[in-house]
């Protein structure tokens, strides 16, 4: 079982619909949660953290955390062509972890006009 | 606000040949990570510094890789003998210090082909 796993892909929505994204995790010990958007041939770019499990809504974006499920969400609300990037799931692992990343292999998101 | 910086942005080089990469992270930034991505997957975990100490290595990063920090400020990586299997964007990271999580910030990378 990989460490990160996001929902495979790729995945295409319309213009001004609702992407959802999901990634589950193996460690019951992670603490943080982070969403990455990777355009092509670019670095990863933070646009949501969670810590606490609930929802947090930053704009159009929403991430939502369940520890007891081990899951994470990124909900993306009135989808724009320019969203149209890789979304990559990392979690933060608890401890002494030095903060580290464990990414998952990423969503490829494509809305279309 | 300069973000993390990474140079050069692209290198090509032949088989077995040796490269070396640099990236200068964040000025308050006392944590320095090192990841490889290849195309469809997520980066992966190569090392990390804490100031100058080198505290992780993953078992990906082979005999002929080594990175250093030296003084706890710009940090290099380099790739002695390269094959062709370490064609891929490599990545730096850094963040800040302190007891709480806080995110990565990434630079824009360094591309190597391996011909």
């Not at chain 1, 790729?10 to 995790?25: F, H, K, R």
């Not at chain 2, 299997?85 to 490599?90: E, I, T």
């Not at chain 2, 850094?94 to 391996?114: A, D, K």
Request: proline share 5%; glycine share 10%; net charge neutral.
């Amino acid at each position: 079982q990989k460490e990160v796993e996001q929902n495979s892909g790729p995945l295409s929505v319309p213009e001004g619909a609702i992407a959802s994204l999901n990634c589950t995790y193996s460690d019951r010990g992670s603490q943080s949660f982070f969403w990455y958007r990777q355009y092509s041939g670019k670095s990863p770019e933070l646009i949501m953290s969670i810590y606490s499990n609930g929802d947090k809504e930053d704009g159009r974006f929403t991430a939502q955390l369940n520890k007891a499920s081990q899951y994470v969400s990124l909900l993306i609300r009135d989808s724009q062509p320019s969203d149209s990037a890789t979304y990559l799931c990392a979690v933060q692992a608890g401890g002494t972890s030095y903060g580290k990343l464990t990414f998952g292999q990423g969503t490829i998101l494509t809305v279309h006009p | 606000d300069t973000g993390v910086s990474q140079n050069p942005r692209h290198k090509i080089t032949k088989r077995g040949q040796n490269v070396t990469f640099r990236c200068d992270p964040i000025s308050e930034h006392n944590r320095l990570y090192w990841y490889r991505q290849t195309l469809g997957q997520g980066p992966e975990f190569l090392t990390y510094f804490q100031n100058e100490a080198q505290l992780e290595k993953s078992r990906l990063l082979s005999d002929r890789f080594s990175a250093e920090r030296p003084k706890g400020s710009f940090s290099t990586l380099e790739i002695q003998r390269t094959e062709q299997g370490d064609s891929a964007m490599y990545l730096c990271a850094s963040s800040p210090p302190g007891q709480g999580y806080s995110p990565l910030h990434f630079g824009n990378g360094t591309r190597l082909t391996v011909t």
